[in-house]
């Protein structure tokens, strides 16, 4: 699926989830979209599915309603190999308290640009050595 030359990843659609044990849905109906090369995070107060949703997509949780596309393809499809190829900060604050959210995620941004960026030419200059 692609979307202005940048493809899709994950297109979330009416998803609603309830715990066996709970009266009303956890999640309840949020439809969202992922892009190629986005950072995304999930914000909120406490309660209202961050965790839930992110377990979701990440295959700990089963027994969704809606859709959940990942490369346009039904999540469910997928095996084993879908773990290789996602990326998933749970849980555990990997943050600096004293900046904003915004202003966290353009630091980690230029973190991972810089080792894109450098990792890269380390690993070309090194075979050239070899």
């Known amino acids: 699926m692609v979307y202005k030359g940048v493809i899709k990843l ?3 659609s009416d ?9 009303e849905d956890t999640i309840k109906g949020i ?7 986005e950072i995304f995070g999930l914000l909120g107060p ?6 839930t949703t992110q377990k979701l997509l990440i295959k700990l949780l089963t027994g969704y309603k809606g859709q959940v596309l990942y490369k346009g393809k039904d999540l469910n499809l997928y095996r084993d190999d879908y773990f290789e190829e996602i ?3 749970f849980e555990m604050p990997v943050h600096f308290s004293k900046l904003t959210a915004e202003e966290n995620l353009n630091f980690f941004k230029k973190i991972i ?3 894109n960026w450098y990792g890269i030419a ?3 200059s090194w075979t050239l050595w070899r």
Not at 15 to 23: A, I, V
Not at 31 to 37: D, M, T, V
Not at 46 to 51: I, P, R
């Open 46 to 51: 406490s309660g209202v599915g961050k965790s």
């Open 113 to 115: 640009f810089f080792y």
């Open 122 to 124: 380390f690993k070309k």
């Open 15 to 23: 998803l609603r989830f309830k715990y066996p044990k709970n009266k």
């Open 31 to 37: 439809s969202f979209e992922i892009r190629e090369g």
């Open 10 to 12: 994950y297109k979330i």
């Open 87 to 89: 990326g998933v900060g």
